[in-house]
């Protein structure tokens, strides 16, 4: 049997009705084989995925998907296989450029770019795109590790795909503020307990600098803002999202009730204005090039507080 099975779809699903149906239409005519690991799921997402003719696995829930997956992928027979989620969807482009490389004997794994839309828009910058995954690939040539969010293992070669939006998996994200808070929470706390079990001991700054850090990064080293509305508060709430996981730690911890030295805070909340206002300056002179009093302002507030910050 396997040798007639050339493409084997594996998706991980928990109450992915809503999502699962566009996911599954978008593989016919592509996937010779379609793998379901259902983690105990209470609407229908069993049904619509037996709908499709599906193979249906049940799975134990988890925090993180990444076993789930393994799993998936040790039950799929096709030569190649394509991992998608269930708010996921192939174009037609994608699919026909893919099925070109299974012809391919030099090509072990693809690294394909993702189209994260973000309450009903695509992110185009934030370092959300074009954001390379390893989706497509040869069986026994990629295996997830255990950490949430972590690179795959790989062996063989790979290529990466054009970053173009014609060769980019669709992926609808959150559709909603609940959805993101409660990813971010649950993301957290699986972080939390793996920071925990390196014995992480929390300072000051994960609760002042990392967010501001995580803000700076979307928003100005990535160019969130030239995403709008869309990219200024996507970048408040991945920084909420890092804040998030160090709240966890402390309530995993028990709440500990600790001394607040003087010197940490204030050092902490310096290095924090300092970075903001580094990434500010730049912001400011590249968007603001002809006022020129303007950026002497800024670049002397800047300047001040390099000298005055105190580590």
């Not at 049904?47 to 799929?76: L, T």
């Not at 950490?147 to 790979?158: A, I, K, L, Y």
């Not at 509305?229 to 402390?250: A, D, P, R, V």
Request: charged content about 25%.
């Amino acid at each position: 049997m396997s040798s007639s099975i050339e493409i084997s779809a594996v998706i991980n699903t928990r109450n992915e009705s809503e999502s699962l149906k566009k996911c599954l239409h978008s593989l016919k005519g592509f996937a010779d084989e379609i793998i379901v690991v259902d983690m105990h799921s209470s609407d229908d997402s069993q049904k619509i995925a037996d709908k499709y003719g599906a193979k249906i696995y049940p799975y134990k829930w988890m925090k993180v998907v990444e076993p789930a997956r393994n799993f998936g992928i040790s039950k799929a027979t096709g030569k190649w296989i394509i991992l998608l989620d269930p708010d996921e969807i192939l174009p037609t482009s994608l699919k026909q450029e893919l099925k070109k490389i299974t012809y391919r004997t030099d090509v072990d794994y693809v690294k394909i770019p993702r189209k994260n839309i973000i309450f009903n828009k695509w992110i185009r910058h934030s370092n959300s795109w074009p954001d390379y995954l390893i989706r497509f690939f040869k069986k026994g040539h990629v295996k997830w590790l255990k950490e949430v969010h972590s690179q795959p293992e790989v062996n063989g070669n790979g290529i990466n795909l054009l970053d173009s939006e014609k060769l980019a998996i669709r992926h609808y994200n959150y559709n909603s503020i609940n959805s993101f808070i409660y990813k971010a929470l649950r993301y957290a706390s699986v972080k939390a307990d793996e920071q925990i079990a390196l014995d992480y001991k929390l300072k000051t700054s994960d609760f002042l600098l990392r967010p501001v850090q995580e803000f700076n990064s979307r928003f100005f080293a990535s160019e969130g803002y030239k995403d709008g509305l869309h990219g200024l508060l996507f970048s408040i709430l991945q920084s909420i999202s890092i804040e998030l996981i160090y709240l966890k730690i402390w309530e995993k911890q028990g709440f500990q009730d600790k001394p607040l030295p003087k010197e940490s805070f204030v050092s902490a909340s310096q290095e924090t204005v300092y970075e903001y206002s580094y990434w500010f300056t730049r912001y400011f002179s590249k968007e603001y090039t002809g006022n020129f009093v303007k950026k002497i302002f800024v670049s002397i507030r800047h300047r001040f507080d390099r000298l005055t910050k105190n580590f």
